[in-house]
């Protein structure tokens, strides 16, 4: 039989860990912005606005989704944000950015991340979607 306490601090762990996540990488695109500049498409304009305002978006939304009240708008936002930031993580695995970030002794392992992120962008999608429903 399932304890629905259980399954409601499951689901508020989850979300903490999510907001989180996602404070803790919007937080750095202040601390690194070079970094994160170098993965934005060269195609896209103002890498430097782009890096901050994802940031910020990333910062909002981690926090939005830690409350009952902005949860589902949240998610939604966190779900939007992961799609319009696929083009990066893509360009990161396909141009070789990944291995130009790191030491050179890390690169072979940077080159490998990036493209094992590109699938674990749909997980990060799917997961965000869970908070976007009704519980």
Do not use: C
Request: net charge positive; hydrophobic share 55%; glycine share 6%.
């Amino acid at each position: 039989m399932t304890d629905p306490d259980a399954d409601a601090s499951d689901w508020s762990t989850g979300r903490a860990v999510m907001g989180l996540f996602y404070v803790v990488a919007g937080v750095s695109h202040f601390f690194a912005p070079r970094a994160f500049k170098r993965v934005v498409p060269p195609q896209l304009p103002r890498p430097r606005a782009l890096v901050y305002l994802s940031g910020i978006a990333e910062i909002v939304l981690g926090i939005g989704v830690l409350f009952e009240r902005t949860r589902r708008v949240s998610a939604w936002g966190l779900v939007a944000l992961l799609i319009a930031v696929f083009p990066a993580n893509v360009y990161m695995a396909t141009d070789d950015v990944a291995a130009d970030l790191v030491p050179e002794r890390f690169a072979d392992t940077a080159r490998v991340a990036a493209w094992v992120r590109l699938p674990l962008q749909a997980v990060l999608v799917g997961w965000a979607w869970l908070y976007t429903r009704a519980r």
